[in-house]
């Protein structure tokens, strides 16, 4: 006679009991001391926190090379220079708007452009000119637009026509500003 189908016998009915995995206390980890170190100088760190302070720091960069309006200050961030042919070649592809501001900032083997509008703090578009160019856009010290571009003539072509359209229509403190024009 043939069996009635149970519990036991059914194959995908599970019997057995599962124990909960226990998590290790942090002591009991294995004490490795690269990861360690990095996990203790990340263990309190605030991305939005960083995001201010990156706008904080291009601002008082700015400030402190005081570029005049339509020219470029030069900033070396490091002992290592990007070829001065190259930053030359740059400065002369892309013209700044008439109003604008700029500071090359030289970090040796890449370089970022800051543009600024006629006063520092309106707006700022930050354009990183490495492996993967882009470009970044701050409007009252909060960031609108960033983008990644496969080419720098890109990347420099996006960031002189965003810079002229915030010389042409300058965000308003008071209004909300949406990045419409970006």
Same mark, same amino acid.
């Given at each position: 006679?043939?069996?009635?189908?149970?519990?036991?016998?059914?194959?995908?009915?599970?019997?057995?009991?599962?124990?909960?995995?226990?998590?290790?206390?942090?002591?009991?980890?294995?004490?490795?001391?690269?990861?360690?170190?990095?996990?203790?100088?990340?263990?309190?760190?605030?991305? @939005?926190?960083?995001?201010?302070?990156?706008?904080?720091?291009?601002?008082?960069?700015?400030?402190?090379?005081?570029?005049?309006? #339509?020219?470029?200050?030069?900033?070396?961030?490091?002992?290592?220079?990007?070829?001065?042919?190259?930053?030359?070649?740059?400065? @002369?592809?892309?013209?700044?708007?008439?109003?604008?501001? #700029?500071?090359?900032?030289?970090?040796?083997?890449?370089?970022?452009?800051?543009?600024?509008?006629?006063?520092?703090?309106?707006?700022?578009?930050?354009?990183?000119?490495?492996?993967?160019?882009?470009?970044?856009?701050?409007?009252? #010290?909060?960031?609108?637009?960033?983008?990644?571009?496969?080419?720098?003539?890109?990347?420099?072509?996006?960031?002189?026509?965003?810079?002229?359209?915030?010389?042409?229509?300058?965000?308003?403190?008071?209004?909300?500003?949406? #990045?419409?024009?970006?």
């Amino acid at each position: 006679m043939a069996q009635k189908p149970n519990v036991e016998n059914r194959w995908w009915v599970e019997t057995s009991i599962k124990k909960p995995k226990q998590t290790k206390a942090e002591s009991d980890l294995p004490q490795l001391p690269v990861a360690m170190s990095f996990y203790w100088v990340a263990r309190d760190y605030q991305q @939005e926190r960083a995001k201010e302070d990156l706008t904080d720091n291009n601002l008082r960069i700015a400030r402190a090379a005081n570029p005049p309006h #339509g020219d470029w200050a030069y900033v070396p961030m490091t002992e290592e220079h990007y070829p001065a042919k190259l930053v030359k070649r740059i400065k @002369e592809e892309f013209r700044l708007p008439q109003n604008a501001r #700029g500071v090359i900032l030289d970090h040796g083997r890449l370089l970022r452009l800051l543009i600024c509008g006629p006063e520092l703090e309106d707006w700022m578009v930050d354009v990183t000119l490495a492996d993967e160019p882009s470009v970044d856009v701050y409007v009252w #010290g909060t960031m609108y637009r960033e983008r990644l571009f496969k080419r720098a003539e890109e990347a420099l072509r996006m960031a002189r026509k965003w810079a002229a359209n915030l010389l042409q229509y300058p965000p308003q403190r008071d209004d909300p500003f949406r #990045g419409a024009l970006l």
